[in-house]
């Protein structure tokens, strides 16, 4: 993975939890899309049914090469990522998540799971 992808996988990380799962790719390799708040602003009208920080899945459109998403509304966007910024995403198989922000999120800790995950 690149430093680029590396950076911006830990940037989204810690800013959307959803995208935990994931790493930041090359459009070749993505399986996934999210966008940012200021990526949703840019697009103004035409992102206005897409939620910021949630992961969508995309497909490749049969008759086009363009890719195509689903929005909140149920309706396909064909060629969205031609006018609507996004961050590609791939699932994460297999490689190292932190995943310490998830489990502890407040500074109570049980006894018998700090025990458990000293082991």
């Given at each position: ?6 950076f911006y ?63 909140d ?12 910024p ?6 994460n198989?297999?490689?190292n998540?932190?995943k310490?922000k998830?489990?502890?999120?407040t ?13």
């Open positions: 993975m690149s430093n680029y992808e590396k996988t830990k940037a989204w990380h810690g800013m959307a939890p959803e995208t935990r799962g994931f790493v930041v790719c090359s459009v070749s390799e993505a399986t996934h899309v999210v966008f940012s708040e200021t990526d949703l602003r840019l697009a103004g009208k035409d992102g206005e049914n897409l939620s910021n920080n949630r992961v969508y899945p995309i497909t490749k459109s049969v008759e086009s090469t363009d890719y195509l998403i689903i929005d509304n149920g309706q396909v966007i064909i060629g969205f990522d031609l006018f609507i996004c961050e590609y995403l791939k699932e198989h297999g490689r998540v932190d310490r998830e489990e502890y999120t500074k109570i800790v049980s006894l018998l799971e700090y025990k458990i995950k000293r082991k």
